[in-house]
């Protein structure tokens, strides 16, 4: 090992095989140097294959991530409408009997038409509610507002003081649980733009390293350097994309439960983690440039 390759792996001449023949099938065999020539072409294939999919995963999280913000954003503002809304229907109480509060059935009575109509003609009318929800009104009702308001509104006789109370309430804790969303969607966006201009700057250090046997030593030393100071650079970007994770406490409802925001807005994706799993690539790259560039080292 020369002095001025610390840290690099020491391979011996024999395992690399730098002298002889290889016989790649029954009668066809060609010398060591053009193998390992023909070798190091195909991983630089494969490794310009790496980095583009890798890139490609990473835009598929950011158009996934600005869908659901604007999905969302959609949300907020309709439930928005929604409480403006009910805010302009009247409101009517029960005449009183001596039996006690009697409802007043006539032309309007029913499932309080004008409330729902409003729902219909504002939660229910994004551009995205049959691709997202694709739920009848007193299904995506009892989600969002309980079942109780639920089974008022769809069975009730009239809008009273209390129920109107009520829905104004359930439509601006709507809005605000998006309004929540839409900050913690904000924080994930910076968070992968920082990542992936970092991620792009690791792929352009390797994609910019030649581990050719027939290079100067001295460069494929300076270049075994590079790639490990990447390295550092991946591992520690993955390291504080674990944190944000592990930081990360805002929770989307699902009809099967809670679920991780990350889960929430990647799931369609290869991976849930897409920086995790794009930064562990980067990290397996390097280690196998770090390899390739020590053979080449030990070849000079």
Same mark, same amino acid.
């Given at each position: 090992?020369?002095?001025?390759?610390?840290?690099?792996?020491?391979?011996? /001449?024999?395992?690399?095989?730098?002298?002889? *023949?290889?016989?790649?099938?029954?009668?066809?065999?060609?010398?060591?140097?053009?193998?390992?020539?023909?070798?190091?072409?195909?991983?630089?294939?494969?490794?310009?294959?790496?980095?583009?999919?890798?890139?490609?995963?990473?835009?598929?999280?950011?158009?996934?991530?600005?869908?659901?913000?604007?999905?969302?954003?959609?949300?907020?503002?309709?439930?928005?409408?929604?409480? #403006?809304?009910?805010?302009?229907?009247?409101?009517?109480?029960p005449r009183l009997?001596?039996?006690?509060?009697?409802?007043?059935?006539?032309?309007?009575?029913?499932?309080?038409?004008?409330?729902?109509?409003?729902?219909?003609?504002?939660?229910?009318?994004? @551009?995205?509610?049959?691709?997202?929800? =694709?739920? %009848?009104?007193? @299904?995506?009702?009892?989600?969002?507002?309980? #079942?109780?308001?639920?089974?008022?509104?769809?069975?009730?006789?009239?809008?009273?003081? /209390?129920?109107?109370?009520?829905?104004?309430?359930?439509?601006?804790?709507?809005?605000?649980?998006?309004?929540?969303?839409?900050?913690?969607?904000?924080? *994930?966006?910076?968070?992968?733009?920082?990542?992936?201009?970092?991620?792009? +700057?690791? =792929?352009? %250090?390797? +994609?910019?390293? #030649?581990?050719?046997?027939?290079?100067?030593?001295?460069?494929?030393?300076?270049?075994?350097?590079?790639?490990?100071?990447? #390295?550092?650079?991946a591992r520690s970007?993955?390291?504080?994309?674990?944190?944000?994770?592990? *930081?990360?406490?805002?929770?989307?409802?699902?009809?099967?439960?809670?679920?991780?925001?990350?889960?929430?807005?990647?799931?369609?994706?290869?991976?849930?983690?897409?920086?995790?799993?794009?930064?562990?690539?980067?990290?397996?790259?390097?280690?196998?440039?770090? /390899?390739?560039?020590?053979?080449?080292?030990?070849?000079?």
């Open positions: 090992m020369s002095p001025s390759s610390p840290g690099l792996t020491q391979v011996s /001449q024999q395992q690399i095989g730098v002298t002889g *023949e290889r016989c790649v099938t029954d009668g066809v065999c060609v010398s060591a140097d053009v193998l390992t020539h023909a070798l190091a072409a195909l991983g630089t294939v494969f490794f310009a294959l790496a980095v583009l999919l890798a890139i490609s995963r990473l835009h598929d999280a950011v158009d996934a991530l600005d869908a659901e913000r604007d999905r969302t954003d959609r949300e907020r503002d309709a439930f928005a409408a929604f409480v #403006d809304r009910v805010a302009e229907i009247d409101a009517e109480n009997t001596d039996g006690g509060p009697m409802a007043v059935r006539g032309a309007g009575a029913g499932r309080l038409p004008a409330v729902v109509d409003a729902y219909r003609e504002t939660v229910m009318a994004v @551009e995205h509610y049959d691709d997202e929800y =694709d739920d %009848t009104l007193p @299904e995506h009702m009892a989600a969002e507002f309980g #079942d109780d308001v639920a089974l008022a509104v769809q069975n009730g006789v009239i809008l009273s003081p /209390q129920l109107k109370r009520t829905l104004r309430a359930s439509g601006l804790q709507a809005k605000q649980r998006r309004e929540r969303l839409l900050a913690a969607l904000d924080a *994930e966006s910076e968070s992968l733009t920082a990542s992936t201009r970092a991620l792009s +700057a690791i =792929d352009d %250090t390797l +994609a910019s390293v #030649d581990p050719d046997p027939d290079r100067s030593r001295d460069d494929l030393v300076a270049d075994w350097h590079a790639v490990q100071a990447t #390295d550092e650079d970007l993955l390291a504080d994309r674990q944190s944000d994770i592990h *930081e990360q406490r805002h929770v989307v409802g699902q009809a099967g439960g809670p679920t991780t925001l990350y889960e929430y807005v990647y799931g369609s994706l290869p991976s849930s983690y897409p920086v995790l799993s794009v930064g562990t690539n980067a990290v397996e790259r390097t280690r196998d440039l770090r /390899q390739r560039l020590s053979r080449s080292i030990v070849r000079n």
